[in-house]
């Protein structure tokens, strides 16, 4: 099965404050790129970050940062110092060849 | 860079009418486009990957002849809903990959909002 699993339909952090956003995902390829994409209530998705598979090191963006376990098949998002702007869906996504698989989505609050 | 357009943004169409809609890669060029259905509160559904200059591939259970795609060029393709009906009222959302290995992100339209009425 080629399935990206997000356990959490619903988060929230305080203003400021550090949140984790859990991905697991199913595969048997070797070569895979690995995403997390944002969807605010103007349902414009927006590419958060990205991971290569083969790359070891984590890829981090400013206040996003991945854990990428990848014999574990785990892909977790981390949101530091948490605006008010982060508030949105979040998608994990895992791309082989030409075909990309979404996770169910988490939805984050952030409170003031 | 990798603005992708879609058009229009909603639409309200009557029941039986066919609506057309545009995705466009503005500063790129897309070999593969793909059309998403989303539901309220739900993940992206793939419905199809179009390549250009071929045919479109669909997803099982998204009836081809209702689901109408055309990839003509490397910055357009259109997804026409073909005697819609309420039940095809839905967000849809076309993606588009940058031609090339080294890309690997797709890039997103802003959606279209369908209401069959």
């Known amino acids: 099965a080629q399935t990206v699993t997000q356990s959490q339909p619903e988060m929230s952090v305080q203003e400021a404050e550090t949140v984790t956003l859990s991905c697991t995902y199913d595969?048997?390829?070797?070569?895979?790129?690995l995403f997390w994409y944002k969807q605010p209530p103007s349902r414009q998705m927006i590419l958060v970050i990205r991971?290569?598979?083969?790359?070891?090191q984590n890829a981090t963006e400013n206040r996003f940062s991945v854990n990428f376990q990848k014999a574990a098949k785990s892909f977790s998002l981390k949101i530091s110092d948490s605006q008010l702007g982060d508030a949105a869906m979040y998608f994990c996504?895992?791309?082989?060849?030409?075909?990309?698989?979404f996770g169910t989505g988490t939805s984050l609050t952030v409170i003031p | 860079g990798a603005v992708v357009s879609q058009h229009p943004s909603w639409v309200i169409c009557k029941s039986g009418t066919s609506v057309k809609i545009e995705c466009r890669s503005l500063?790129?060029?897309?070999?593969?486009m793909f059309w998403y259905r989303q539901f309220p509160k739900q993940s992206l559904m793939l419905m199809a990957t179009?390549?250009?200059?071929?045919?479109?591939?669909?997803e099982q259970g998204v009836e081809k002849d209702k689901f109408l795609i055309n990839h003509a060029s490397l910055t357009l393709s259109t997804l026409t809903v073909t005697s819609a009906h309420p039940e095809d009222s839905s967000f849809y959302i076309c993606?588009?990959?940058?031609?090339?290995?080294?890309?690997?992100?797709?890039?997103f339209g802003q959606g279209t909002r369908l209401t069959v009425v």
């Open positions: 993606s588009a990959k940058i031609a090339g290995p080294r890309r690997t992100e797709a890039f």
């Open positions: 595969t048997s390829e070797s070569d895979y790129y």
């Open positions: 991971q290569e598979a083969y790359k070891q």
């Open positions: 996504a895992r791309r082989t060849g030409n075909q990309f698989y």
């Open positions: 500063d790129f060029q897309a070999t593969t």
């Open positions: 179009s390549n250009e200059g071929s045919k479109a591939t669909y």
